[in-house]
């Protein structure tokens, strides 16, 4: 098990860029794969980016592709995911989470500790 904890999330206006940080404690930070998910309003939550335990397998959303880029540094045990372009539809509540394993997943249901979510509001 590990305690997560976001920051970095704001205000900012479209076409400008965001980085999300997560910092973990009380686990091996090296031991877990890490992803991203999102929660806008009167939707579910959603699935952003993910990376593998050794950082060198990563996946993000088609939404985000291109745009987002996750990373993750284990010797601060912290994972990262940087934000450029913004979009008005990036408006969400962004959470990290940790998975015990070696493969990377998109599926928020395999995924064992959630942060408790940074907010992200892009204006037009």
């Known amino acids: 098990q590990v305690q997560l904890v976001e920051s970095g999330g704001g205000l900012v206006q479209a076409g400008g860029s965001l980085r999300l940080s997560c910092a973990a404690s009380g686990g091996t930070f090296s031991s877990f794969a890490m992803g991203w998910f999102r929660q806008a309003p009167g939707k579910e939550r959603e699935f952003v980016a993910a990376i593998s335990r050794n950082g060198l397998v990563t996946y993000e959303a088609d939404s985000v592709k291109g745009r987002f880029t996750i990373s993750r540094f284990n010797a601060k045990n912290a994972a990262y995911l940087q934000m450029n372009s913004l979009k008005p539809e990036d408006t969400a509540v962004y959470y990290c989470?940790?998975?015990?394993?070696?493969?990377?997943?998109?599926?928020?249901?395999?995924?064992?500790?959630w942060g408790q979510g940074t907010q992200v509001t892009v204006s037009s």
């Open positions: 989470a940790a998975r015990n394993s070696p493969v990377v997943s998109t599926d928020e249901a395999h995924y064992n500790d």
